[in-house]
């Protein structure tokens, strides 16, 4: 599953998290952000995909599930193009210096633990990941892929939904923890003449 997020999207990772409006399944994922460092198109091969890989952050990839997921086919974009629903670093740490591919990753909800795996149980790797995006899109510097999230999301119907308030805390080792308070976001007012 490949989809697009709007640079929108993106905010710090101490950032308050506004929930959408009429939003009853707001999610949270902990994620391997990989940053490219060089233009990738058509890369020929998986070391050609690392050799793109400037390095990696902590992201949270919040998705409202009642917007991804209705219907036989969803609508993905809709529940993942909210507007400050990537929250990413705090730090990005090159690719030389770390292995990106052995790394602890968990999530927090107002402290209790939720997700705890590591991107060695990614179903692809960094590298994979560049390399097959770059068959079907310009990869170009400071683009960021989302590896995907461990079990333990609210979307398992273990856990409840995100509601104003909740305190998300997510984690990736070596690239440093972030922590967003969920706020609703309030509708803007359209005034038609």
């Keep these: 599953m490949v989809f697009l997020k709007p640079s929108n999207t993106v905010t710090?990772?101490?950032?308050?998290?506004p929930l959408p409006p009429r939003s009853t399944q707001y999610d949270w994922e902990v994620e391997l952000g990989?940053?490219?460092?060089?233009?990738?198109?058509?890369?020929g091969s998986t070391e050609e995909g690392a050799a793109c890989i400037?390095?990696?952050v902590t992201a949270n990839d919040?998705?409202?599930?009642?917007?991804q997921l209705p219907g036989a086919a969803g609508q993905w974009t809709k529940g993942k193009s909210l507007p400050g629903s990537t929250p990413?670093?705090?730090w990005l740490v090159p690719a030389?210096?770390?292995d990106g591919g052995n790394l602890r990753l968990r999530s927090w909800v107002n402290g209790e633990p939720r997700q705890d795996s590591t991107s060695a149980e990614l179903i692809f790797d960094a590298?994979?990941?560049v390399h097959h995006c770059s068959q079907y899109m310009r990869l170009e510097p400071g683009d960021v892929i989302l590896t995907g999230t461990p079990q333990g999301v609210a979307l398992s119907g273990r856990f409840p939904y995100l509601q104003p308030g909740d305190v998300v805390e997510v984690e990736v080792e070596g690239l440093g923890r972030q922590r967003q308070e969920l706020f609703r976001a309030r509708a803007a007012a359209t005034a038609w003449t």
């Design 62 to 67: 919040f998705s409202e599930r009642e917007y």
């Design 54 to 56: 400037a390095g990696y």
């Design 12 to 17: 710090g990772p101490f950032d308050r998290a």
């Design 88 to 90: 990413l670093g705090p």
């Design 127 to 129: 590298a994979t990941l």
């Design 34 to 43: 990989i940053v490219i460092g060089r233009e990738a198109s058509y890369l």
């Design 96 to 98: 030389e210096a770390i």
